[in-house]
């Protein structure tokens, strides 16, 4: 048993005075921003925030205690009590802190809490002790609503009740640490959702479909592509845990039982929820996969010819609001389908030639640096979006709708309330050249995902491919060469854009 003797009568007298003081920080600073705001090119979390109400926070203020840089200048009589309890590694940035941290066990991890206030603050991130529940309770777990208090119920005191009380430490200010708390604690802004220029089609045809959105690599957002779905019906949430609630998920490094992923998803108050996305959903529980059918405008799957050597292609996905993906591109140079059956999502879409701000690729595309959440990303990087000369397609999918996502887009997606959904990958023949040059490339090691015979895939691929379809792939680089050379090449931007006067000429139907 672990036994976390920390003194809290220091700190207890001061807990509420400290809450109010904490309040009249936040809310001081902020009036003090707003009538004062100097551009000198840095981006603080400090600078961010130019009233209390401005984001409209879910929680008054941080647990422990931690404000924002900007109320240490406010308050020139104080401190900060960081870099006295620190000593000499006052000079660590906390990142570096939270890193050298990060490699401890459980036991030393509480026991360096006692040392200092400040070391008790870096000790109770939250983030520290779900890695310690990741790494060693694999999906054994019950959510208590944070992750020490998790740790603690699932390895040391398994049969008895667990509350941690937090005590706020006066005087400790840090950005970084604020601003994990702060977009946990943010809803989502209206001017977040305001956009919404994707084309949307209903009574599309396949044909239709082939030639206004998959052979230009365009996306659409599809409204009555479900309509025969039992899914739709079914999918509540008794439902799914009498037919699954034993069942074990892909929920980020861990499987959990989809009984104990709604109770975190229930409480759970963090900057990047985990989320379910399992590719064996259909194998583990076929009741799920009989509740819905491959829309029609999808159902030419050419990697359905590998059997089950195929990458992963479909997937469940469950997440409360806020959980979601950070800008990606879709493996194996694949195009896909994502149809909600609850809930709603939001999308953020750019063609392939342009970056999204804040999203730095490596040269060979092996790996994307983005922001650390999604949330961070909107609060940092949106409104630059409005400045872009590129502007990003944008949506809200709502249950019962489907959005059509090409080849090579960037995409985030987040969801704004709890929201179940199904997702598959396919090639056509309107993407197949691609696919076939991105299997080829000298890096495939590094690039292709979802198999383990990543080197391999590309001449298991072409081989069954030429014998099914002899000829079909000379007949579509024929195709290319002369598109190319009857058409002047242009951007995605270049043929939606209207040149007079800079707008748009997306339709909507």
């Known amino acids: 048993m672990i036994l976390f003797k920390i003194r809290a009568g220091v700190y207890e007298r001061e807990r509420e005075r400290e809450r109010e003081r904490e309040r009249e920080c936040f809310l001081t600073y902020a009036k003090t921003m707003k009538r004062k705001r100097k551009d000198d090119g840095k981006k603080s979390i400090s ?10 926070l879910q929680r008054g203020s941080h647990s422990y205690g931690i404000q924002p840089m900007g109320n240490l200048l406010l308050h ?33 991890l509480a026991k360096v809490a006692l040392v ?15 890695n310690l529940v990741l790494q060693e309770c694999q999906g054994n777990f019950v959510f208590k609503g944070c992750w020490r208090s998790t740790y603690i119920a699932a390895v040391a005191l398994a049969s008895q009740s667990v509350h941690h009380r937090p005590l706020k430490v006066r005087n400790f200010y840090s950005d970084y640490l604020f601003q994990s708390w702060l977009c946990a604690s943010l809803e989502v802004k209206p001017e977040w959702l305001a956009r919404d220029n994707i084309e949307r089609r209903h009574n599309l045809t396949v044909d239709d479909f082939i030639r206004d959105f998959e052979e230009p690599n365009k996306p659409v957002l599809i409204t009555d592509g479900l309509k ?28 959990l039982r989809l009984e104990d992923y ?53 997937w469940l996905i469950i997440g409360p609001a806020r959980s979601g993906s950070s800008f990606h591109i879709d493996p194996n140079s694949t195009s896909a389908w994502n149809a909600v059956v609850r809930g709603k999502k939001k ?39 409005k400045h872009r000369k ?38 056509s ?63 995605f931007w270049d043929t939606v854009a209207d040149t007079k006067n800079g707008g748009f000429k997306f339709g909507f139907s």
């Not at 200092?116 to 779900?130: A, G, N, P, T």
Request: glycine content about 6%; hydrophobic content about 40%.
């Open 429 to 491: 023949r309107s993407n197949l050249l691609s696919v076939l040059e991105f299997l080829k490339r000298p890096n495939a090691r590094e690039l292709v995902s979802g198999t383990h015979d990543r080197v391999n895939l590309f001449h298991k691929f072409t081989v069954k491919y030429e014998r099914l379809y002899p000829g079909s792939i000379e007949h579509l680089q024929h195709k290319a060469k002369q598109k190319k050379v009857l058409e002047k090449k242009t951007s």
């Open 347 to 385: 999308w953020v879409l750019y063609p392939p030639e342009v970056v999204p701000p804040g999203v730095h690729p490596s040269p060979d595309g092996a790996e994307v640096a983005t922001p650390v959440s999604i949330t961070e990303w909107f609060m940092n990087f949106y409104e630059e979006t």
């Open 116 to 130: 200092s206030k400040s070391l008790y603050v870096f000790s109770h991130q939250d983030h520290l002790w779900r």
């Open 47 to 56: 600078a961010e925030i130019s009233t209390a109400s401005a984001f409209n």
């Open 390 to 427: 590129e502007k990003p397609v944008e949506c809200i999918c709502e249950a019962g709708e489907m959005v059509f996502v090409p080849y090579g887009w960037w995409h985030l997606v987040i969801n704004l309330e709890e929201s179940i959904a199904i997702t598959q990958n396919y090639v």
């Open 76 to 108: 020139t009589a104080s401190s900060n009590v960081r870099d006295a309890g620190l000593g000499n590694l006052r000079s660590l940035s906390d990142e570096m802190m939270c890193d050298i941290l990060g490699l401890l066990g459980a036991r030393d």
């Open 262 to 314: 709604f109770t975190y998803a229930d409480i759970v108050k963090e900057e990047r929820p985990l989320y379910i996305f399992d590719p064996k959903f259909g194998e583990k529980v076929p009741q799920l996969a009989a509740d819905y059918q491959i829309p029609v405008y999808f159902r030419e799957d050419l990697f359905s010819i590998l059997g089950k050597e195929r990458p992963d292609y479909r």
């Open 228 to 255: 025969s779905w039992p899914a739709l019906s079914k999918w509540e949430r008794s439902y799914m845990l009498k037919h699954a609630g034993d069942v074990p998920f892909s929920a980020g490094p861990v499987d």
